[in-house]
């Protein structure tokens, strides 16, 4: 068992640098100090991240995602056999994300978030098929 030790949120994401221009096909390794992982938790990380653009599918097959704006905004886009749902968030908005459900992020003008991640997370470029 670690050793429990307090975390300031906002002095990890004053040391991000902005990622601008992320698309589908960004890499992870290519964002540099976008996103930093700020504790392990259950079966996943809990991450602090900061950029603008738009990202790939992902899913989280073992668990819940819950999503913070800390500032800016972003569209969470889900992904149900009914279509697209779109849920726009901004500074102070919160999402939980359902376990198993694909979504996406558009932010465009820029967003810091706070997620509570389980892994693994599945990643596609290519808009899955659902239903």
């Known amino acids: 068992m670690s050793k429990a030790t307090a975390i300031s949120v906002i002095d990890r994401l004053n040391e991000l640098t902005c990622f601008t221009g992320r698309t589908p096909e960004t890499k992870d390794g290519d964002m ?17 991240g900061h950029y603008s653009g738009y990202s790939e599918w992902e ?56 997620t509570v991640t389980p892994q693994p997370t599945e990643h596609t470029v290519i808009k899955p098929q659902v239903g």
């Open 59 to 114: 899913r989280h097959p073992a668990g819940d995602e819950i999503v913070t704006v800390l500032d800016g905004e972003t569209n969470l886009i889900l992904l149900t056999a009914e279509g697209e749902i779109s849920n726009p968030l901004s500074k102070g908005g919160l999402f939980v994300v359902p376990q198993n459900i694909w979504h996406r992020f558009e932010s465009p003008k820029g967003v810091k978030v706070f």
């Open 32 to 48: 540099g100090d976008a996103f930093a992982v700020l504790s392990e938790y259950r079966d996943g990380e809990i991450y602090v």
